[in-house]
């Protein structure tokens, strides 16, 4: 009979309901499958909730925290055969750990085969520690157990003694004003990428296009042949906006391809984007391309390309016409659009959200300003008087370009050194070679050396000293970033601020003095009657490393923190193991018996007890003496986390000022 019932699933527990919720977004079952007489498979499956993902046991060391099973008396009841195998994953780099993440998406299975040491055990007890994250993170502590013979599941009988009931206690806070906590609901600011900021550097790209010897030559021609060769001048009008509109489209056409590729996987172009050896090709090809700019080489498409398409333009006419007379100047000005075009599909891959989507952004404002003096021009022709003539300064603008795009290259190659653990691209080197690069290009604007494309020496103008001046300045303003003389504004091109030569004193977010004990540090703050900032974080809470980074490295942010709040920063996840005599079991006011072992089971606990929440990022302002000053807040931007601060100031400020008149 016992090996009729094991040969299909025949225990189905559900230890989380059906139903998945923003609070609780994983649902889990699990089964057991007998394989032979002394074998079984342990299977755990989850659904989880849209826009939330579960990390693999495989995620590597430095990112977000893995799953990770514990088989309570394996090696005595029974053992366990190889690996806990998983379904199928997503891995995507994530910019905060600088490393290849794997995580699980809408749904995830594991299965652990077991062999039994003891032929009358009955039951198998598992435990999963996992991190479940969207714009903030949830660690999960889940105990799963298996009836190997379909009788019942004997449970451990937990008690709260003496000593755990004062420890749980302990826990709970006597909080003042706590329906402050949610007057501002909590709010999440989503943390997807700009468009309109990607379409911008799309349209600088273009603008910068069209200084080079290969297009801005075009322009004249190209709106004169319009305007005399039409019937009217209004057709002559119609024909050149016909042209931009023309140029725009193509370049939007260029980028469909990728979202053929997104169309397969969403997260394939990020995979590939984020690949080690795909950021060296990278380099190399931005290495590549910066050369062509200095006058090595040219880079060009095969010319009967474009003969082909001039031809075409001459036998269809009409509107027709006009769009191949469009693809001709895509094709003949390739070997000056190519470079720019690359560097955008670069820094498409270094931003936040879809690969393919950043990408027809930007391609949309690089078309979009090519076409636009066409268009421009062909409305008023009298301006054509006022552009400069051609000449020695569009080789300038090339040779500016190739140093940008060789900037941008040792871009690509600190990622891979990032990703490969290679430290050969400390932020110190990184800097030291870009202040290299910025010296020799203000070196060459100001006449020093020269390029094989270069004209007759002649005396620097003007402009080309401005630019050389403020190449100076920003290699000045790198050189005091690398001797912390100033912040470093230029998030997402250099390593991060712990990827670093000297020696770190402090693992405090920023350097920023902080307790990891909340009565350590409510005693301090008494001490020095300051209000308190309550953190609750974790070491593998992306949005946690993001509102670090971005907002409270912030000017107007960082000497609040430092200065005026007591930072109490309280990790979750932290899975470093309670002393011996710190443990204890703690009772909810369901009736469920929690053992706390580890310093996260104990945070995350007094998280959950007192405010309610179990997701990290997570901030409350207290005064010393456990007054409420602000509502709670989550993953948000710098104004209104700035605003939030200032509020708390001053709520403290206030009860402050009370205090002194009642003791009056």
Request: one cysteine or more.
């Amino acid at each position: 009979m016992r090996n009729f019932i094991h040969y299909i699933l025949v225990v189905f527990a559900i230890t989380s309901g059906f139903s998945q919720t923003e609070d609780d977004p994983v649902a889990w079952t699990h089964s057991v499958k007998q394989v032979s007489d002394t074998e079984y498979d342990l299977v755990f499956e989850a659904k989880i909730l849209d826009e939330w993902h579960v990390y693999s046991q495989k995620t590597p060391v430095g990112g977000s925290l893995p799953s990770e099973f514990t088989f309570a008396n394996a090696g005595v009841d029974y053992e366990l055969v190889g690996k806990t195998n998983e379904s199928e994953t997503i891995t995507e780099y994530s910019d905060i750990f600088e490393v290849d993440e794997v995580f699980f998406r809408d749904k995830a299975v594991f299965t652990q085969r077991i062999k039994l040491l003891k032929a009358d055990l009955s039951q198998v007890d598992v435990n999963l520690f996992y991190q479940v994250c969207k714009e903030v993170c949830i660690p999960k502590d889940i105990d799963f157990s298996f009836s190997l013979d379909g009788g019942a599941i004997t449970e451990e009988i937990k008690t709260v003694d003496e000593r755990s009931a004062l420890l749980g206690e302990a826990l709970k806070l006597n909080l003042k004003n706590k329906q402050k906590l949610h007057e501002g609901g909590n709010e999440v600011v989503n943390g997807t990428s700009d468009l309109w900021m990607i379409f911008a550097l799309g349209l600088l790209g273009g603008l910068i296009a069209l200084l080079t010897p290969c297009v801005f030559p075009m322009i004249p021609l190209t709106v004169s042949f319009f305007t005399k060769q039409s019937q009217n001048r209004a057709q002559g009008v119609t024909n050149a906006i016909l042209y931009g509109f023309f140029i725009v489209l193509i370049y939007f056409l260029l980028s469909l391809p990728f979202h053929l590729f997104d169309s397969v996987d969403p997260q394939i172009l990020n995979t590939i984007a984020t690949n080690i050896w795909l950021n060296i090709a990278f380099f190399l090809i931005f290495v590549f391309f910066a050369f062509s700019f200095f006058g090595y080489y040219e880079l060009t498409l095969p010319n009967s390309w474009a003969n082909k398409m001039d031809v075409a333009s001459s036998k269809s006419g009409g509107v027709i016409g006009v769009f191949f007379m469009a693809v001709t100047l895509a094709i003949v000005s390739f070997s000056c659009t190519g470079p720019i075009l690359g560097g955008l599909l670069g820094s498409t891959t270094l931003a936040e959200g879809s690969v393919a989507t950043n990408l027809t952004a930007g391609m949309l404002g690089f078309g979009a300003a090519l076409a636009l003096p066409f268009a421009l021009f062909a409305l008023f022709p009298a301006w054509l008087n006022s552009l400069p003539k051609s000449g020695g300064w569009m080789t300038t603008v090339k040779v500016v370009l190739g140093f940008l795009e060789l900037a941008l290259a040792f871009k690509f190659l600190s990622n891979a050194d990032l990703v490969g653990h290679w430290d050969i691209l400390k932020r110190e080197v990184f800097l030291g070679i870009w202040i290299v690069l910025f010296v020799l290009l203000a070196l060459y604007l100001f006449g020093f050396f020269r390029f094989p494309h270069d004209g007759p020496k002649t005396r620097p103008s003007y402009t080309r000293i401005g630019v050389g001046l403020l190449s100076s300045l920003f290699a000045l303003y790198l050189v005091l970033g690398s001797f912390k003389l100033v912040d470093l504004k230029l998030y997402g091109f250099l390593p991060p601020d712990f990827y670093t030569i000297a020696t770190q004193e402090s693992d405090c977010p920023l350097g920023i003095d902080c307790f990891k004990d909340f009565e350590t540090g409510l005693a301090h703050a008494k001490a020095v009657n300051k209000p308190i900032l309550l953190d609750f974080t974790g070491w593998a809470c992306v949005n946690c490393r993001k509102m670090e980074e971005n907002v409270w490295s912030e000017p107007d942010i960082f000497p609040l923190l430092k200065e005026d709040y007591v930072l109490i920063s309280l990790y979750v996840d932290d899975r470093n193991k309670l002393p011996e005599n710190e443990r204890f079991n703690f009772e909810y006011n369901s009736g469920r018996i929690k053992t706390i072992e580890t310093i996260g089971q104990k945070w995350g606990t007094f998280q959950t007890l007192n405010f309610g929440a179990a997701s990290q990022p997570y901030y409350v302002l207290l005064s010393p003496d456990l007054e409420v000053l602000n509502y709670a807040v989550q993953y948000t931007d710098k104004d209104a986390y700035r605003a939030w601060l200032l509020k708390g100031l001053k709520g403290h400020n206030d009860i402050m000022l009370q205090s002194a008149l009642l003791k009056k």
